[in-house]
């Protein structure tokens, strides 16, 4: 069989003999003989360079690549301005981890630093971490951090998104705090008076999406203070875009703000990497998971950045840890960064409008031509139509994936579109007529 492994048999010996061993058996001679492997593995044969590169660029061909792209549900098509890969390309930037030696890492954390405060702008907290894996992860490991002795009960909202549901479910799994979802209301909203019925003097948190999954828009004040009236913390997870135009989580009252940074600055992948982003407000900050980069001052009176706040998993006090997290996806965040420098509030707030505009438009020409409105409440840029129709549905995402445009997601009772800033007039325009065809 060929190998993978650029070591020759003459190297592979020399190394054996270096570490005081004859053969691979000598080696790992400690290991029970009934746990060896007593077959060799089914594995295919190994290739060359050639033969392999081949094999790679017919798998990579079946992706389909969709210039236009009106779905969301998590992941937004946004502009990434050409900055943002040039300022990430450099070589001394290219690193998806945490500096463990911050002295010698000072341009790393001061980057981190910076994309903290600008998170903490944005959201009108106090402290940020950089950072959790993904939106999902961060919304679990916040209903985590609110776990207490006496409190052990998380009231979740049905109208979030269901894989940031499943990630909660998948987290709280095997310990003994207690999840409780509330079914959304017919309206597509939080049931407010489902959510009032379910917390009690248990309840350690309560966690709703704004926008929700569907698009809408949340009345958050009225559910954090229903979790405050039971001394429950409230979590928020927002998409960050939204803030630019809506109140930011600190308004609603808010203890927690999470999210997936994703929208600024990362390109869709096929799941990722993505970014996850923790807020919280002072009182709270000690709980954050993560890392938390510090600014200081040395002997000298210069600017320096440091790792604070370490009563983490991988340092002293680690049974304070609230989490298991040991790794930081510090290049993704440093990517948000340098997103949020670039557009500042004036590009963002752009972005934000172009967003809702064109969401508004499109939604209005698709009612013209026999698409209704599943919910009637106000959208930033996604929202759900339905048809009369039983079978249009897949219908119209196939007419549209026909003529390289990606269509809506599929969710119960109808289609969830989203329209981004990357969508022109023509192109919305071009769908609805695909649609209307359909129809």
Same mark, same amino acid.
């Given at each position: 069989?060929?190998?993978?492994?650029?070591?020759?048999?003459?190297?592979?010996?020399?190394?054996?003999?270096?570490?005081?061993?004859?053969?691979?058996?000598?080696?790992?001679?400690? &290991?029970?003989?009934?746990?060896?492997?007593?077959?060799?593995?089914?594995?295919?044969?190994?290739?060359?360079?050639?033969?392999?590169? $081949?094999?790679?660029?017919?798998?990579?061909?079946?992706? #389909?690549?969709?210039?236009?792209?009106?779905?969301?549900?998590?992941?937004?098509?946004?502009?990434?301005?050409?900055?943002?890969?040039?300022?990430?390309?450099?070589?001394?930037?290219?690193?998806? *981890?945490?500096?463990?030696?911050?002295?010698?890492?000072?341009? &790393?954390?001061?980057?981190?630093?910076?994309?903290?405060?600008?998170?903490?702008?944005?959201?009108?907290?106090?402290?940020?971490? !950089?950072?959790?894996?993904?939106?999902?992860?961060?919304?679990?490991?916040?209903?985590?951090?609110?776990?207490?002795?006496?409190? #052990?009960?998380?009231?979740?909202?049905?109208?979030?998104?269901?894989?940031?549901?499943?990630?909660?479910?998948? *987290?709280?799994?095997?310990?003994?705090?207690?999840?409780?979802?509330?079914?959304?209301?017919?309206?597509?909203?939080?049931? &407010?008076?489902?959510?009032?019925?379910?917390?009690?003097?248990?309840?350690?948190?309560? *966690?709703?999406?704004?926008?929700?999954?569907?698009?809408?828009?949340?009345?958050?004040?009225?559910?954090?203070?229903?979790?405050?009236?039971?001394?429950?913390?409230? &979590?928020?997870?927002?998409?960050?875009?939204?803030?630019?135009?809506?109140?930011?989580?600190?308004?609603?009252? !808010?203890?927690?703000?999470?999210?997936?940074?994703?929208?600024?600055?990362?390109?869709?992948?096929?799941?990722?990497?993505?970014?996850?982003?923790?807020?919280?407000?002072?009182?709270?900050?000690?709980?954050?998971?993560?890392? /938390?980069?510090?600014?200081?001052?040395?002997?000298?009176?210069?600017?320096? *950045?440091?790792?604070?706040? +370490?009563?983490?998993?991988?340092?002293? $006090?680690?049974?304070? !840890?609230?989490?298991?997290?040991?790794?930081? +996806?510090?290049?993704?965040?440093?990517?948000?960064?340098?997103?949020?420098?670039?557009?500042? @509030?004036?590009?963002?707030?752009?972005?934000?409008?172009?967003?809702?505009?064109?969401?508004?438009?499109?939604?209005? @020409?698709?009612?013209?031509?026999?698409?209704?409105?599943?919910?009637?409440?106000?959208?930033?840029?996604?929202?759900?139509?339905?048809?009369?129709?039983?079978?249009?549905?897949?219908? /119209?995402?196939?007419?549209?994936?026909?003529?390289?445009?990606?269509?809506?997601?599929?969710?119960?009772?109808?289609?969830?579109?989203?329209?981004? @800033?990357?969508?022109?007039?023509?192109?919305?325009?071009?769908?609805?007529?695909?649609?209307?065809?359909?129809?």
């Amino acid at each position: 069989m060929g190998s993978y492994v650029p070591n020759t048999n003459e190297e592979r010996q020399e190394m054996l003999k270096a570490c005081g061993y004859d053969s691979f058996d000598d080696m790992f001679s400690l &290991i029970p003989e009934d746990m060896k492997l007593k077959a060799p593995l089914n594995l295919p044969e190994g290739k060359s360079e050639l033969e392999t590169r $081949r094999i790679v660029t017919a798998i990579s061909e079946k992706n #389909k690549i969709f210039p236009h792209i009106f779905r969301g549900a998590g992941a937004y098509n946004h502009y990434v301005p050409a900055m943002v890969k040039s300022v990430l390309s450099k070589e001394n930037l290219q690193t998806a *981890y945490t500096p463990y030696q911050a002295e010698i890492s000072q341009g &790393i954390l001061q980057s981190i630093f910076e994309y903290q405060t600008y998170i903490c702008e944005l959201t009108g907290m106090d402290v940020s971490n !950089a950072s959790v894996y993904d939106g999902a992860s961060a919304a679990a490991e916040a209903l985590s951090m609110c776990y207490g002795r006496k409190q #052990k009960k998380a009231v979740v909202s049905g109208a979030i998104n269901p894989y940031v549901l499943s990630t909660i479910q998948t *987290y709280t799994f095997g310990n003994d705090m207690e999840v409780v979802v509330v079914p959304p209301t017919a309206d597509g909203l939080t049931d &407010i008076e489902g959510i009032k019925a379910a917390v009690d003097a248990n309840t350690a948190s309560v *966690y709703i999406q704004q926008p929700n999954y569907f698009g809408n828009i949340e009345d958050a004040t009225a559910i954090g203070e229903i979790a405050h009236a039971v001394k429950a913390k409230f &979590i928020m997870g927002v998409n960050p875009m939204t803030l630019a135009l809506l109140k930011s989580p600190r308004e609603y009252g !808010a203890d927690i703000a999470v999210g997936d940074a994703q929208p600024l600055g990362l390109p869709l992948g096929f799941g990722g990497p993505y970014v996850g982003f923790m807020v919280t407000t002072t009182k709270n900050m000690r709980a954050l998971p993560g890392r /938390i980069v510090g600014q200081t001052h040395d002997a000298n009176g210069n600017v320096g *950045y440091v790792l604070t706040l +370490q009563a983490r998993e991988q340092h002293i $006090r680690r049974e304070k !840890a609230s989490s298991n997290i040991c790794s930081n +996806q510090a290049l993704c965040a440093f990517a948000a960064g340098v997103y949020m420098a670039a557009m500042g @509030e004036k590009g963002m707030k752009q972005c934000a409008r172009l967003c809702t505009s064109k969401a508004h438009y499109f939604a209005s @020409e698709l009612e013209k031509i026999g698409c209704t409105l599943k919910y009637h409440g106000e959208f930033f840029h996604e929202f759900v139509t339905e048809v009369e129709c039983p079978n249009c549905r897949r219908k /119209i995402l196939d007419a549209l994936e026909a003529e390289g445009i990606l269509g809506g997601a599929e969710v119960e009772g109808g289609i969830l579109w989203c329209v981004t @800033e990357l969508v022109s007039k023509a192109q919305l325009d071009k769908a609805v007529a695909i649609v209307k065809e359909v129809l």
